[in-house]
């Protein structure tokens, strides 16, 4: 079954509004996770590395103001699209990182595709 | 240079086929090394780790070269449900970051 649980799996929002979508670790703790976008026909692009207790590390070219994150426990982050625009309609996935085990593994949510019209 | 690269394809192969794709990556000090396959619109999927002695997984056989900075993907005897994007993922650098490449897409043709 799922180990990270992302929630919305579709949105569709008016211009100007705020999305909030959520990113679950399900049976482990994830100090870290890792936000992605993905165009049509393009590749995941790494927007942000989610930390707990800190602040996002986001990647160049991604506002940090526009995209925001939280990460306020072991199994929680979130993503908030602000005042959306159609530009920002994408699929974004989430990841978490578990260190548990003899080897680290890389773990994504469904996914959330924006539709912002 | 992108931090990791692959050739987008695609790659159009008959059931049975053999095919195999290369990633290089830009990051000498890269740590390790993963193969992801997607499927259209769904979260990737861990196809396979890749160790340094290489490694093999059925019809699936990965393996490094941190000399030349690449790692490849051989899928043996092609099945129609391998069509799907796949992925190379790099992890290492100062946090730990993960990067993806551009995925090389694979259509098994009947």
Redesign the interface.
């Known amino acids: 079954g799922a180990v990270v649980s992302?929630h919305p799996s579709w949105v569709i929002c008016k211009s100007g509004t705020s999305v909030k979508i959520e990113c679950r670790s399900l049976d482990f703790q994830a100090t870290?996770m890792?936000w992605?976008r993905q165009f049509p026909k393009?590749?995941?692009?790494?927007m942000a590395?989610s930390n707990e207790g800190s602040k996002a590390?986001y990647e160049q070219g991604v506002e940090k103001d526009k995209f925001l994150i939280n990460h306020a426990s072991l199994t929680l982050s979130t993503l908030t699209v602000t005042s959306a625009h159609p530009e920002d309609s994408s699929?974004y996935?989430c990841?978490a990182?578990d260190l548990g085990g003899a080897?680290?593994?890389?773990f994504?949510?469904?996914?959330t595709?924006l539709s912002v019209l | 240079r992108k931090e990791v690269e692959q050739d987008p394809g695609p790659f159009n192969v008959p059931e049975g086929a053999t095919v195999a794709f290369n990633c290089t990556y830009s990051n000498s000090a890269s740590q390790?090394f993963?193969w992801y396959r997607?499927d259209c619109?769904?979260?990737?999927?861990?196809l396979m780790?890749v160790y340094s002695s290489g490694n093999e997984d059925g019809r699936f056989t990965a393996q490094l070269n941190r000399a030349s900075q690449y790692i490849s993907l051989l899928i043996r005897d092609s099945k129609l449900s391998d069509s799907a994007t796949y992925?190379c993922?790099v992890?290492g650098g100062g946090?730990?970051?993960?990067?993806?490449?551009?995925?090389t897409k694979l259509q098994v043709i009947p």
């Open positions: 992302q870290t890792f992605y393009q590749s995941l692009m790494l590395t590390t699929f996935i990841s990182r080897n680290e593994k890389l994504f949510g469904s996914g595709q | 390790s993963f997607q619109r769904k979260e990737p999927k861990l780790s992925l993922v992890k946090y730990q970051k993960v990067t993806f490449g551009t995925g």
